[in-house]
T-cell receptor, first 113, second 115 residues
Framework: GQQLNQSPQSMFIQEGEDVSMNCTSS?????WLWYKQDPGEGPVLLIA?????ELTSNGRLTAQFGITRKDSFLNISASIPSDVGIYFC?????????????FGKGTKLSVKP | DSGVTQTPKHLITATGQRVTLRCSPR?????VYWYQQSLDQGLQFLIQ???????AKGNILERFSAQQFPDLHSELNLSSLELGDSALYFC??????????????FGSGTRLTVV
């Protein structure tokens, strides 16, 4: 099925480092979302982006909706151990005939204290 | 607690068997989505129901079916199970039929293991 290209697949970083991950698509979306999944849990929404070019922050997290509407990135600054988990990007055409989210394969983040 | 309830949390069954996974959406949400998460495939959209009617279909196998009941809970039925069906199955809900500006609210998932 349709999926987004998310990279990197995994990251091993030292506590305090900044992290960057991105997502690209061959299709355009009118909404981009970033989720985090902890082990044994469902994905939890971190940031939602609604407009091409939009830059949005949520604490140490910053995400941008690409101008072409086909890409997005997520930055995490000054990482801490609880940032460990899998981060997913998701594209959505809200209000369209199909509002279902299309997900990337995820970026697995490991943080060394 | 996200408000989306999935049962059971874990399920172990043999190949060829049939199982039913259950989802109760968040209060006020009319739309239910089912996703399958395999180790190497990420989250794959299976099917969506809105207010009892099927609204969208993704990569759902013919051996799988779903329905949404008048009380809005949904069930995903998986039959003639194969080893490759082992995965996490997530349910998510939204209020409206065409997604949500705030994304979806996911349940904690059902881990299915087929042996």
């Amino acid at each position: 099925g349709q999926q987004l290209n998310q990279s990197p697949q995994s990251m091993f970083i030292q506590e305090g480092e900044d992290v960057s991950m991105n997502c690209t698509s061959s299709s355009i979306f009118n909404t981009w979302l970033w989720y985090k999944q902890d082990p044994g849990e469902g994905p939890v929404l971190l940031i939602a982006l609604y407009k091409a070019g939009e830059l949005t922050s949520n604490g140490r997290l910053t995400a941008q909706f690409g101008i072409t509407r086909k890409d997005s990135f997520l930055n995490i600054s000054a990482s801490i151990p609880s940032d460990v988990g899998i981060y997913f990007c998701a594209g959505q055409n809200y209000g369209g005939s199909q509002g279902n989210l299309i997900f990337g394969k995820g970026t697995k983040l490991s943080v060394k204290p | 607690d996200s408000g989306v309830t999935q049962t059971p949390k874990h399920l172990i069954t043999a190949t060829g068997q049939r199982v039913t996974l259950r989802c109760s959406p968040r209060s006020g949400d009319l739309s239910v989505y089912w996703y399958q998460q395999s180790l190497d495939q990420g989250l794959q959209f299976l099917i969506q129901y809105y207010n009892g009617e099927e609204r969208a279909k993704g990569n759902i196998l013919e051996r799988f079916s779903a329905q949404q009941f008048p009380d809005l809970h949904s069930e995903l039925n998986l039959s003639s199970l194969e080893l490759g069906d082992s995965a996490l199955y997530f349910c998510a809900s939204t209020q409206r039929p065409a997604g949500s500006l705030n994304g979806y609210t996911f349940g904690s998932g059902t881990r299915l293991t087929v042996v």
